[in-house]
């Protein structure tokens, strides 16, 4: 079983559609997680922290939950410009020293 | 603050030729890393390290050596460029010690072996 899993996609939406990602992870003692945007020919950056309690960052809302091991993503209202790779990202426990990325879900919002 | 910067951008190299693909961070990060990522799959680990004169080896290092003599710089050398290297190197650096742990990544290098 992969650490971390995503659903490859792609994902084609409507602009103004609402669409949601999962992630699962393997690692019950992971400690923080993240999503990462990546957009084509570009490198990962940073959309958002995961928190226990969800978060939330205008569209964009994340979610934990570490009794089943996942996380979310959702995003409302798409735009054209959200049209990017999503990485779902796992911190593994404190003794290990590199993040541990899914290899992504390809989203493409259509005008 | 340039973050993490690479050269070059762009490279094409013959079989069995060498090469070094630069890295430096200016935000004083112990963590660099390597990565290379083939078209449309995830991001590999090729080698990272933890601090000046540390080095360990990641997912898939064979072909690959680096080295840390300093802080900001993480070069990577290929000795024997093989087709199957071709790829986009990226290259990131993260503080562990900051509650946000984000990861900078540079802006790649993207490689061609012919």
């Known amino acids: 079983r992969k650490e971390v899993e995503q659903d490859p996609g792609p994902f084609n939406v409507p602009e103004g559609a609402t669409v949601a990602f999962n992630c699962t992870y393997s690692?019950?003692?992971?400690?923080?997680f993240f999503w990462y945007r990546q957009d084509c020919r570009k490198e990962p950056k940073l959309l958002m922290s995961v928190y226990s309690s969800g978060n939330e960052d205008g569209r964009f809302t994340a979610q934990l939950n570490r009794a089943s091991q996942y996380i979310s993503l959702l995003i409302r209202d798409s735009k054209l410009s959200d049209s990017a790779t999503y990485l779902c990202v796992v911190n593994p426990p404190a003794s290990a020293r590199q993040l541990t990325f899914g290899s992504g879900t390809q989203l493409t919002v259509l005008p | 603050n340039a973050g993490v910067t690479q050269t070059p951008k762009f490279r094409i190299l013959k079989i069995g030729q060498s090469m070094t693909l630069q890295c430096t961070q200016d935000?004083?990060?112990?963590?660099m890393y390597w990565y290379r990522q083939d078209p449309g799959m995830g991001l590999k680990l090729i080698y990272y390290?933890?601090?000046?004169?540390?080095?360990d080896k990641g997912e898939v290092p064979n072909g690959y050596n680096v080295s840390r003599s300093t802080t900001e710089d993480f070069p990577l050398r290929l000795e024997l460029a093989a087709p199957s290297q071709t790829s986009v190197y990226f290259c990131?650096?993260?503080?562990?010690?900051?509650?946000?742990?984000?990861?900078?990544f540079g802006p790649g290098t993207r490689l061609t072996v012919l």
């Open positions: 935000m004083n990060h112990n963590y």
């Open positions: 390290s933890v601090g000046a004169g540390i080095t």
């Open positions: 690692n019950s003692a992971s400690q923080s």
């Open positions: 990131a650096s993260r503080d562990p010690s900051g509650g946000n742990n984000e990861q900078f």
